[in-house]
């Protein structure tokens, strides 16, 4: 294994950052954009900054200008990257949203997008003229702040003119905001965190020395660039540190999971991050006696850092099983706790250290605190997320604000450097997360010597593949259905200890009771769910009057997700 | 033409009854058939139909039909 030291950048703010990799070896590789069965596209820092120049000067000539938001809803293209890099050298901000699902009904994508254009006032969409259909009509609707729709992958580029110094702009400042990125969510509720270049470029800075990057590394990512942890973790930590970064389709891995490893082991990858359920995802369909992986080696991986859902050591068990064989070090499987608000991570394993792990007692987990447990059938194995980044403090604390000790369990709350600005144009919901200087994650978790361990959450929030869902969203599109009660619906998460993952369960109340209308109101039910690309995998219909009510007179969804699960191992399910 | 055995094996992983699936049926018509189970299922396809399938294939189908005739170009390589 090649060995190198920390990457040494300068710069403020992002362009600066990106100037110096430019100006320090222009002829290296920044970026190569990966398609299956294509020959690989790499960018040298010259080229992708010179067709960033490019699009900085039709960007302008359109109009956009400072300050500006910029929707980028474009599907894994070569020209993504210096567009982003433009849109950020103007000081506009980029804000890039997820590709509409085949699944998802254009009228929710729209929906959606509104919403979204409401909150966080869209000025521009740059978007493919494929999805013209579905976006035009939000700059025809009334009160819409959107001033255009642009699709920059038809521009023919002026690159040949342009220079360098089309991307310098000597009136940002590290204080300006530099980016926008959407909370995960179906349709109404996605909260857009802003960040400037301070924020980003400290986080990387410290980051990047967490997981001991050096200029020896290599990133490959799979990962979707509206996530954070596509966004910031791979393509703005490699950006900004100048690390070469191997970006895939995110829709071509999800059908075809055996190219990430292809791609590591091709390209010669050292890092990546994952959620949870990739690791079960890759290690069902990957078969190292499959052609295709013949001969591919994996000994140079150093990190492969499992994020965003909650972390499992069985997971990390099948995976590494299952990669043993092709060079997969034990110690390249590593944690990391991480959130959109604080740019990115707070917590990380140590690098080429297999993640600390404890058999705590399920009991007195119930109870509040960790204590090892004394046999196996009462345990429950926890896997550290790892030890504070530089720059990052984390307490844990009771119901009334109080900090607990070692060991006891509550509400994880953090302060960071790289602490986000507040959800633009909504200090009503800044301010019930963040509270004298403390972000208040909602996640449940306890520290032992330092290592910190997430167990649960204080929110109904529900996560899917890495993805954040809220059950009111699954609960709206549902009480439209024809014979479901209206307001008489609660949706959940399940844990899946197979796939990784929690899947979706929805406990709905009717009248129907014959075996064909009910199984015909299943089917209904999940295709609502469909139509916001949520699939439900567990309907159970229970008859009027069914569902506990909360104190405040909606039905309860821990109480009703108990009582269901427990009702579908003793006699199949609620009965009607 | 969607083979029952096909059928079969597609609307057991996604725990249906039973759907009509035809030629042209594509994936997110389908409930359940999201990126997560497509995975679940093919490697359902390639342990019942005893055939293995390769990234590129995997990637290039776009409906049911598709699927119908990798199966059969791999289960009967000739024809």
Redesign the interface.
Same mark, same amino acid.
Not at chain 1, 254 to 259: D, G
């Given at each position: 294994m090649k060995h190198g030291s920390f990457p040494n950048a300068s710069g403020e703010v992002l362009v600066e950052r990106w100037l110096h990799h430019a100006a320090a070896r222009p002829d290296d590789e920044a970026l190569v954009h990966w398609v =299956?069965?294509e020959e690989r596209f790499a960018w040298t820092w010259k080229e992708l900054l010179r067709a960033a120049a490019g699009f900085v000067r039709t960007l302008r000539q359109h109009g956009v200008g400072r300050g500006d938001v910029c929707a980028l809803i474009i599907r894994h293209h070569r020209d993504f990257y210096p567009l982003y890099i433009a849109v950020a050298a103007l000081g506009a901000l980029p804000a890039v949203l997820a590709y509409p699902? /085949? !699944?998802l009904h254009p009228d929710k994508f729209r929906q959606g997008l509104a919403g979204m254009a409401q909150r966080s006032g869209l000025d521009w969409v740059l978007t493919e003229q494929s999805l013209d259909d579905m976006v035009r009509p939000l700059s025809l609707a009334a009160h819409s702040t959107v001033k255009g729709i642009l699709y920059p992958l038809e521009w023919r580029r002026e690159a040949g003119t342009a220079t360098l110094n089309d991307l310098r702009d000597a009136s940002i400042t590290p204080d300006d905001p530099c980016l926008l990125q959407h909370s995960s969510g179906t349709t109404g509720l996605q909260k857009p965190v802003m960040l400037t270049h301070r924020n980003v470029l400290e986080h990387l800075d410290r980051y990047g020395r967490a997981i001991a990057l050096t200029s020896a590394d290599k990133v490959v990512s799979w990962l979707p660039l509206y996530h954070d942890m596509g966004l910031i973790a791979a393509f703005h930590l490699s950006l900004g540190l100048g690390v070469p970064l191997v970006q895939m389709d995110p829709f +071509?891995w999800? %059908? =075809? /999971?055996? $190219?990430f490893i292809?791609a590591l082991a091709r390209e010669g990858g050292t890092i990546s991050w994952l959620p949870n359920?990739a690791y079960n995802?890759m290690a @069902? !369909?990957i078969?190292d006696l @499959? /052609? +295709?992986c013949h001969g591919m080696r994996l000994d140079q991986v150093r990190l492969l850092i499992n994020c965003s859902e909650p972390v499992r050591a069985d997971s990390h068990e099948k995976f590494a099983s299952r990669l043993a064989a092709m060079g997969l070090k034990r110690g390249a499987l590593a944690t990391c706790y991480a959130m959109a608000e604080t740019t990115f991570a707070v917590t990380q394993s140590t690098p080429g250290v297999e993640p600390v792990q404890v058999e705590a007692d399920r009991n007195n987990l119930a109870l509040g605190f960790y204590q090892p447990a004394a046999s196996v059938p009462e345990s429950r194995t926890c896997l550290s997320s790892g030890r504070l980044i530089p720059g990052c403090e984390l307490k844990i604390v009771n119901a009334k604000g109080k900090e607990l000790p070692d060991g006891a369990i509550g509400e994880m709350l953090i302060r960071s450097v790289s602490m986000f600005e507040g959800y633009r144009n909504n200090p009503e919901q800044t301010s019930t997360v963040l509270k004298d200087g403390w972000y208040h994650s909602g996640d449940y978790g306890f520290r032992l010597d330092g290592e910190h361990f997430v167990i649960g959450r204080k929110k109904d929030l529900i996560i899917v =593949?890495g993805k954040n869902l809220y059950p009111e969203d699954i609960e709206d599109a549902i009480a439209a259905v024809p014979g479901v009660i209206a307001g008489r619906i609660v949706a959940f998460g399940i844990d899946n200890a197979a796939?990784g #993952?929690e899947e979706i369960g929805v406990v709905a109340e009717t009248i129907e009771k014959d075996p064909a209308g009910i199984?015909a109101l299943r $089917?209904a039910i999940? %295709?609502a769910a469909?139509r916001i690309d949520v #699939?439900? #995998?567990r309907v159970y219909l229970a008859p009027p009057r069914w569902l506990v009510k909360s104190s405040s007179g909606k039905p309860s969804r821990p109480v009703n997700r108990q009582r269901a699960l427990t009702e579908l191992q003793t006699n199949g399910g609620p009965s009607l | 033409m969607i083979s029952d055995q096909l059928k079969r094996v597609i609307t057991t992983e996604l725990n249906l009854e039973d759907y009509q699936l035809t030629d042209a049926t594509t994936a997110p018509e389908v409930p359940g058939w999201d990126s997560l189970s497509h995975v679940r299922i093919l490697c359902a396809v390639e342990k019942e139909f005893k055939v293995r399938f390769g990234n590129l294939e995997i990637i290039r189908l776009k409906s049911v039909g598709d699927l119908q005739t990798l199966v059969n170009r791999k289960v009967s390589p000739g024809t």
């Open positions: =299956a069965g699902n /085949p !699944r +071509e999800v %059908q =075809a /999971p055996a $190219l292809e359920f995802f @069902d !369909r078969r @499959d /052609p +295709e =593949a796939t #993952t199984k $089917l999940m %295709q469909m #699939t439900v #995998t | -």
